[in-house]
């Protein structure tokens, strides 16, 4: 059974039953958002075990199913009979109706996917102050054909007539759309809604819960036990070492491995900063000298990383021997994460997870054998902005907490062609100057990355009366919500100007600044 907060002792409020729906988590965390705890359990959940979680309200999930088919998953039919509120959602929605005696059919020619305007006829209950007209996010290809007796419509669109439904006295809702998506502008009205005025949750669940509540359940779990941590300098596990120190204080070691690939004065920090300010066991590993030398001659940008990748793990095998014996590897697992891994087994007899492989931002495959520890992963239900939360919550500082997202091989791939320290010294210094121009601007938050790349090239210039034959050096600034699609960002001129000038005139080795204007797609954030 799958918990989304953490295992923690408490009845949640609301039970997300899950049907395999991307979207299980989004609607656990929509619900964290009106402060109330949930958690995510499969379908398959009894109704006796509903019963003694005693939740104040169910919600079905969505899912890539029909349920009109002989395999279609379906819940305990027990569950109508627990007198609490239930909302289904979308494939939820369907699966009340199927089993309240509806009829529920696939939508030829009426299938809807992606924006609709909701149609309101019923705005109480669900829908209050839900406007008429609003967005809502569709995506299905069934719908409804007739509803279960007792239910009413409160809602249509152009293609669905039963778009939001409701047995007002059993307090059972169903939404054919998604209000826990961004698109659904008055989703978060529908899930307040549900969760405040139907189902009567208090509102008591903040991340200060989330925190007292992680910090017991890794006491539970570590008990006395030795826990590693492989420290990066990112708020994922930046947040996680601050949590872990609270929880276990010096069971856990932290283990920070220089690459060499890290930004202009990093080390330094994170190591002033864990080490000595907060007392945190971190243990430097300086490994410059042995990432560079491996990457010698190496231009594939694949093959780099796949050096870079291995040579991690190497490293992180002799230290952990080293300084262990460790049983638990904490990891900054988060949820998006979570449903990318495939890196993760279950032991058998504890049904613990095990650690297979680190957590992709190190770029690494499997750990060896007789290298695997059983993982403490206690951000693995939170989405970014949450762990943002936490982490301010924990005290770590502004610098940490806003960090612009850094990839794990780090400044070896933002040069492209063959790494050299030479190289690497230059392209620290650029990109020193783009990320101080761009925060002395202010608009260090409003960006999602701002940083440097080292071109392998080399053009003519001249400085004073001399004649140089020196690398360019790109200016790459991106905004976007997710990283998956990025905009360049519109810089002011007077900033690209200072740039430009700072760069080439405080940089050896670098006489041009360009500029990347291009979006992703069809580029990508990053030049490798
Ligand atoms: P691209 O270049 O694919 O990058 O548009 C999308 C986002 O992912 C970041 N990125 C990485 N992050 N480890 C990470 O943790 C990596 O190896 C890695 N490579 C790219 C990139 O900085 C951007 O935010």
């Not at 939404?175 to 698109?183: A, D, I, N, R, S």
């Not at 080390?267 to 000595?276: A, G, I, K, R, T």
């Not at 993760?344 to 095990?354: A, H, K, S």
């Not at 006489?511 to 954030?525: A, C, E, F, H, Q």
């Amino acid at each position: 059974m799958r918990d989304s907060m953490n295992s923690s002792q408490r009845n949640p409020s609301i039970v997300i039953l899950d049907f395999g729906s991307q979207y299980s988590e989004l609607i656990a965390r929509r619900i964290r958002e009106t402060e109330v705890y949930s958690i995510v359990v499969s379908y398959t959940v009894t109704a006796e075990q509903l019963s003694q979680m005693a939740p104040k309200g169910i919600i079905l999930s969505g899912g890539p199913s029909s349920v009109y088919k002989e395999s279609a998953p379906l819940c305990d039919p027990a569950i109508w009979d627990l007198k609490i509120p239930v909302l289904g959602v979308c494939y939820g929605m369907q699966v009340m109706v199927k089993q309240l005696g509806g009829i529920v059919e696939a939508a030829i020619g009426k299938a809807e996917y992606g924006k609709a305007p909701l149609e309101v006829d019923d705005p109480t209950a669900l829908l209050t102050n839900v406007e008429n007209g609003s967005t809502m996010w569709m995506s299905h290809g069934d719908s409804v054909k007739d509803l279960p007796f007792g239910f009413v419509r409160l809602a249509h669109t152009q293609n669905t007539p039963d778009a939001a439904i409701a047995c007002h006295n059993r307090r059972f809702y169903g939404v054919q759309f998604h209000p826990e998506v961004v698109h659904s502008t008055f989703g978060m009205v529908m899930i307040r809604n549900f969760v405040h005025n139907i189902c009567l949750c208090s509102p008591d669940w903040t991340t200060n819960t989330f925190i007292d509540e992680a910090i017991s359940d890794v006491k539970r779990k570590v008990g006395n036990k030795r826990v590693l941590l492989a420290l990066s300098g990112g708020v994922d596990s930046s947040t996680l070492a601050f949590l872990l120190k609270k929880a276990i204080g010096d069971q856990l070691t932290c283990m920070f491995i220089d690459q060499g690939f890290m930004r202009k004065g990093e080390p330094e920090f994170l190591m002033d900063y864990f080490h000595e300010k907060f007392h945190i066991n971190v243990e430097y590993i300086n490994a410059r000298e042995r990432f560079v030398s491996k990457l010698k001659g190496v231009c594939d940008p694949e093959i780099k990383r796949k050096i870079i990748g291995e040579e991690f793990i190497r490293v992180f095998e002799e230290e952990s021997l080293r300084l262990g014996p460790f049983d638990y590897l904490a990891q900054g697992t988060l949820y998006p994460d979570v449903i990318e891994s495939s890196g993760t087994n279950v032991d058998p007899q504890t049904g613990e997870r095990i650690a297979v492989k680190i957590k992709s931002h190190h770029n690494v495959g499997g750990l060896p054998k007789d290298l695997q520890f059983k993982l403490v992963e206690p951000l693995r239900t939170l989405f970014k902005d949450e762990v943002r939360k936490v982490g301010r919550s924990l005290g770590l500082p502004e610098e940490i907490v806003c960090r612009h997202p850094f990839p794990g091989p780090g400044l070896a791939i933002r040069i492209l062609g063959e790494v050299t320290h030479e190289k690497l010294n230059c392209l620290r210094d650029a990109d020193f100057i783009v990320r101080e121009e761009v925060a002395e601007a202010g608009l260090y938050h409003e960006i999602w990355q701002a940083f440097a790349v080292l071109l392998p090239v080399r053009s003519v210039g001249v400085m004073g009366d001399q004649r140089t034959y020196a690398w360019p050096i790109v200016v790459r600034c991106v905004s976007s919500e997710d990283g998956m699609t990025a905009d360049w960002s519109r810089l002011p001129d007077s900033l690209l100007e200072k740039i430009s000038n700072r760069i080439v005139n405080e940089v050896r080795g670098v006489n041009r600044v360009v500029l990347d204007i291009t979006s992703k797609p069809p580029g990508t954030i990053e030049w490798e």
